[in-house]
């Protein structure tokens, strides 16, 4: 899977158009950032990519097919952190990272342990590995689910507000994963209103407004400028 297109997609809830008529293409080795208000189709649109939401008008194509054309091998190439950590509490960072492995298949006792170690290293938490997550801050929780949404080496990773209630130095440990997964030739999609920290991170950016989107033209000066000049224009 090298490139995920939407095609004029749409959802709807009831009368309200959380978006309408999106046509993107998202290339593999590039990190797209999605930027918008509240309520301007963000997280409507990852959701839609993920396959968890499914649209009203249109489709999304996975390396030139149709989500139904994959069947369930699709979504084992596909990470996704959201709002929701998903993380146990009661269970230590290496518990849970043990018990997603299992559910995303990699359940051999061996390569198992070994995708667990290479996750808690990257996410620096060697040190907690024994610990119970509810003991955890916001930021390390932060970086836990995020080892365990590439778990499995996904290709399409979707990313929901990924910098919330993390320091400066998680949120640079962030930078430095997001950019691993551009050189290791991911497909990465992250909607944020961090405009500092997606700033020289970002390839390409992507601006949603009422539902409707159009790419931030790349040019010189600081991302929040030219995301609000695109957001002053006219979007009829």
Not at 74 to 97: C, P, W
Not at 126 to 154: C, I, K, N, T, W
Request: glycine fraction near 12%; proline fraction near 4%.
């Amino acid at each position: 899977m090298d490139l995920v297109e939407t095609r004029d997609l749409s959802r709807h809830y009831g009368r309200r158009r959380a978006l309408s008529r999106v046509s993107l293409t998202f290339k593999a080795g590039a990190i797209t950032g999605l930027f918008g208000p509240n309520g301007a189709g963000k997280s409507t649109l990852l959701g839609l990519l993920s396959t968890l939401v499914r649209p009203s008008a249109g489709d999304v194509h996975y390396g030139g097919r149709p989500a139904a054309a994959w069947g369930d091998e699709l979504r084992g190439q596909i990470g996704v952190l959201g709002h929701d950590v998903f993380l146990y509490g009661d269970l230590t960072a290496r518990e849970n990272l043990a018990f997603f492995g299992r559910l995303y298949g990699l359940d051999r006792p061996g390569p198992l342990d070994a995708h667990v170690s290479r996750a808690l290293a990257q996410a620096r938490l060697e040190e907690r590995a024994d610990d119970r997550v509810s003991e955890f801050s916001r930021g390390l929780r932060q970086r836990l689910a995020l080892e365990r949404a590439l778990l499995h080496g996904p290709r399409l990773v979707l990313l929901d507000e990924p910098f919330t209630g993390l320091d400066d130095e998680s949120a640079s440990l962030l930078g430095t994963r997001l950019r691993s997964l551009r050189e290791s030739g991911a497909i990465v999609v992250m909607a944020t209103h961090d405009f500092e920290s997606a700033d020289g991170l970002v390839d390409r950016a992507v601006g949603l407004r009422g539902g409707k989107a159009r790419e931030l033209p790349a040019g010189a000066g600081p991302l929040r400028q030219r995301y609000q000049a695109l957001m002053r224009g006219d979007w009829a």
